[in-house]
């Protein structure tokens, strides 16, 4: 059942436990290796101890038959005048139903004290105990009837042979004390002691296997039926209050030697690299980008952030792919890394890092905005890393230098998108997010519980940002094809390292090249990127431009940029 919490309009998913088949089996398969592996772990440890454990015993054997001798009156009637009486003997073999009469006279306590006495007066110094010899004690059926067979079963193989001899001795008479009706005569002697048991231990290896196996599908099994993910995009529109943007699905697997690749210096997966994505990857991000465009003619949004539930839900892949298809249109791209604790989208575009530029030095002061944005040409897209990494990510965020950054952003470039921490984990994405228009949420298949996050979003809602829609990461296709999921791709940082400046040229142009400004005085000043660049100045200052204008003081000067052109010179980088 579904409530609605009027107050914030989210919808919360509270049916209990359910299970799916389809899930399951998948779950079954996918951790099947972990089934094998405590299977065999099991079967070891099973097989190891049957040996160690393992005490012969031995057995010797007799059997006996039990005859009843009755007398029975007969009269004859032949003559007509007197009738005779006559006695006649009859035998009957007992029958099988008279095992428990005999097993209570061989384990009685007059027997066990004549086998003891008689025992201890052949083997003079060892003595065993009437409850030992009771234990040792059985009949049992041979299936015909009169016939039962005599077994004494020890780990001492000369008692098994001397008690059967005592028993073999006493018993017959012993027997007829009670009942002498009953005779006992010998079918099959003793027999010599022989082993009457084995160790068992590939038995029990099956039954180890089997244990251990049940007992992680058992596992497997109630975490399938307590675990409550989004599995497709019917589960994520019924079960989270969010509009969908899209669904990115995993990508098909390529065997087989002919099919192997040359290994892309990018660390993720992108729409610009065909070789390694598939038509529906690459169209998925056109939806989503059409989507976006939608938003930014409908309510004039043009800032988005870029964030998850947890990590690795692929919000790294997404924004950097939504960035290149909006390039791709000829849009003008920033696209900003403020993920300051594990910074990835250098990594994902295959540029080396530069802790000299980017976030953290415009915060402390020792770099420059133009300085810190570099242009990669391959994707066409402009790029603002983090340029180190900060634990105090959350305070760094916060400061007046970041919303500058932002606010100078939003007049040079078409969209902006901010790839931040997943929102459920640190409270970056939640003082980053004000700064931007909207939220775009990264769920990804069968990861975060919905209960999780519908309550990162609610945490979202309540502080007034708008999320604009969800991209639903990792969609299966076709059951019966096979997936995997590389190496990089939809993964939340593990970047570490430095990030490279490439290509950096301050040369002035005579015609509309790439251009930057500086702001002289009391304030600052920001320059463009493309053709014509532009400067403000702030106070009594003044800034400048490369390109066909510039201005003073107050002003400012600027020259009609053409959208999403490669600089000519400037800030570059070419990582094709």
Known sequence: MQELDVGKNIYYNESGPSLDMGRLAKNLISKLWIILLVGAIFSGAAFAIAKATYVESYRSSMTLGFMTTQYVIVKDYSNSKDSTTQYKQETKFSSGNQISYYQYLIKGDEMLYKIQKTLAEDEVGKEYSTSFIEGSLSIEETGIDGFFQVNVTSTDQGYCERALKVVLKEFPEYVQSYDNTISIKVVKNPTAPTIANSDDATTKAIYGFAIGAAIVAFIIFIITITTNTVLTLDNLRRDVNVTVLGSVPLLEKKSGLFNQKKKS??????????????????????????????????????????????????????????????????????????????????????????????????????????????????????????????????????????????????????????DSPPAHVVSDSLVIAPLADGIIYNIRRDYAKVSEINRTLDEIRGADIDIIGAVFTMSAGEENSRYYRRKGYLRYGGYYGRYGRYGRKKKNSSGGGYGYGYGYGSGYGYGGYGYGGYGYGNGYGYGYGYGSGYGYGGGYGYGNTPQNKEPEKGNKIDNE
Do not use: M, W
């Open 265 to 418: 210096p990018q660390g993720s997966l992108l729409i610009t690299d065909t070789s390694k994505v598939s038509f529906a990857f690459v169209e998925s991000f056109k939806a989503i980008r059409t989507k976006i465009e939608n938003v930014k003619a409908e309510k004039g949004y043009k800032a988005f952030v870029v964030t998850s539930t947890y990590e690795d839900e692929g919000k790294t892949t997404v924004a950097v792919n939504i960035a290149c298809s909006l390039a791709q249109k000829g849009k003008s791209v920033l696209l900003i890394d403020s993920d300051l604790r594990k910074p990835a989208v250098l990594h994902a575009v295959g540029v080396k890092s530069d802790t000299r530029y980017g976030l953290i030095p415009i915060i402390k002061g020792t770099s420059t905005y133009v300085d810190s944005i570099k242009f990669i040409k391959s994707l066409g897209i402009f790029v603002l890393p983090t340029g180190g990494i900060s634990l105090k990510s959350t305070e760094v965020l916060d400061t007046d230098k970041v919303k500058a950054v932002v606010e100078q952003a939003r007049k040079e470039f078409d969209y902006i998108i901010i």
